[in-house]
């Protein structure tokens, strides 16, 4: 790992924090969509990342989401799975890459990151959702919100993405 | 024992992510209103001054709607001095009344009123929360009702020196006591988690009649004095059982735009309180 690589994942970290408790979670498209983008993070994590660094920097993200918004515990759970099991999902889409430094991205390998963002998002949102949801309302509602946030949160990380220089080709 | 710590060095990665997903599940299940620590919350002290900052910037942009509203307000209370002006002179001019309305010392009002500025409104999902720039160190405590000019908007959580949070009305754990204007039936408001503007009155007797627009109004409770505005009836909603009646309220505080409140200070709370307590 190059210091330049770990200065550019704190700097994303705190623009994704930032952007998320100023801008994001004041929107609720319909009253329902709440574009939830801070997983970005995890899902911009370089190839051969280990396990561990993977799960308590997704731990850190979403505890540090939670008290900003004073929900103790419900962003740090759902981003602690979503972290836990984010390995496994990216082998899922990718072969095994001998370019352990290589950070997913929309520009080398479309299909493959579109899957991936969408398999991510979904999981996270519907852990968030129903850790949210647990005692109160209706089932219909928390689905509603799911779907609607979800796709709303899968566009912004794909236009996103696409929109960032792709620095994975000189990579 | 040497396989034990085989298997715990393999796995260590998973087990640091079960117990950071068990840490995170005791706070979920922990979160109890009343007892939740101020270091967890937008309470504390770094992002609280974090959110005033923000606020400050955004502020600019709400100068005029609150300006109009602070006019509208300015006039309504002109009006009201006026009349109370011309009341007392009435009274006044009869002497036969004056003594019996004024007696000789001015019995000191129960409620009084400390001014804050909101700085941060969460209301993205079921669990909102509003914080306001004043705490502890201004008087503020928790359990203290909050008002806007429009009517109520919750009650103190959690205060620290500098800020508290308030849980409003548009938060599933928010009760109150309530009734309508014309009717002495209480009932109880609270929010179904569809949208900002509406919260219901539940636990109507089935009897009570209603029509849409009658002014929702607080009853006795210890946070809130008497007949303050706290919606306007929409219709009848959907009641959970069929003893009751639950109507819709359209919600008299905006909370889209609120910015300046008023945290209610009841001298007598503590004193009302231990009494009832002391009943065993």
């Known amino acids: 790992m190059k210091a330049i690589t770990i200065f550019r994942e704190i700097l994303l970290f705190v623009m994704l924090v930032l952007l998320q408790v100023l801008l994001l979670n004041r929107i609720a498209v319909f009253g329902l969509a709440v574009p939830i983008l801070y997983i970005y993070f995890l899902i911009k994590l370089p190839y051969g990342r280990n396990r561990f660094y993977v799960i308590v920097s997704g731990f850190l993200l979403g505890i540090v989401i939670d008290i900003f918004l004073n929900t103790p515990g419900m962003n740090a759970a759902a981003t602690t799975i979503v972290a836990a099991l984010r390995n496994m999902m990216l082998s899922l889409f990718y072969p095994k890459n001998e370019y352990e430094d290589l950070v997913p991205g929309i520009h080398t390998s479309t299909a493959a990151f579109v899957k991936f963002t969408v398999m991510m998002v979904l999981l996270h949102q519907t852990l968030l959702f129903f850790i949210e949801a647990f005692t109160l309302f209706n089932f219909t509602s928390t689905l509603l919100r799911i779907g609607s946030s979800s796709v709303l949160t899968i566009v912004l990380i794909l236009a996103m993405d696409s929109l960032s220089i792709s620095r994975e080709k000189s990579g | ?280």
């Open chain 2, 1 to 280: 024992m040497k396989n034990l710590l085989a298997f715990i060095i393999r796995n260590s990665s998973w087990l640091v992510a079960v117990g950071l997903i068990v840490i995170s599940f005791y706070l979920v299940f922990s979160y109890n209103s009343y007892q939740r620590s101020v270091y967890l919350t937008s309470a504390n002290k770094v992002v609280g001054r974090f959110y005033e900052v923000s606020s400050k910037a955004t502020a600019f942009i709400h100068l005029n709607k609150s300006n109009r509203l602070l006019l509208e307000r300015n006039a309504q209370l002109e009006a009201e001095l006026n009349l109370l002006r011309t009341y007392l002179s009435d009274t006044q001019r009869d002497t036969l009344t004056t003594k019996a309305f004024l007696s000789d010392s001015i019995p000191a009002s129960r409620f009084s009123f400390i001014p804050a500025e909101v700085i941060n409104v969460s209301f993205s999902g079921p669990n909102n929360f509003i914080t306001v720039n004043k705490g502890s160190a201004h008087g503020v405590k928790p359990d203290m009702g909050v008002v806007s000019q429009n009517g109520v908007v919750g009650v103190v959580l959690k205060a620290s020196p500098t800020f508290s949070v308030i849980i409003p009305i548009i938060n599933p754990k928010f009760r109150l006591s309530a009734k309508l204007k014309n009717s002495n039936n209480t009932g109880s408001i609270s929010w179904d988690g569809k949208d900002l503007i509406t919260a219901q009155i539940g636990e109507l007797p089935k009897h009570e009649v209603f029509q849409s627009g009658d002014t929702v109004l607080t009853s006795f409770s210890r946070i809130f004095p008497k007949d303050i505005v706290i919606g306007y009836v929409t219709g009848q909603a959907l009641s959970k059982d069929d003893n009751f009646k639950t109507l819709d309220v359209r919600i008299a505080t905006d909370f889209y735009s609120v910015r300046d409140i008023l945290i209610i200070k009841d001298r007598h709370y503590d004193e009302q309180k231990q009494l009832e307590n002391s009943i065993p």
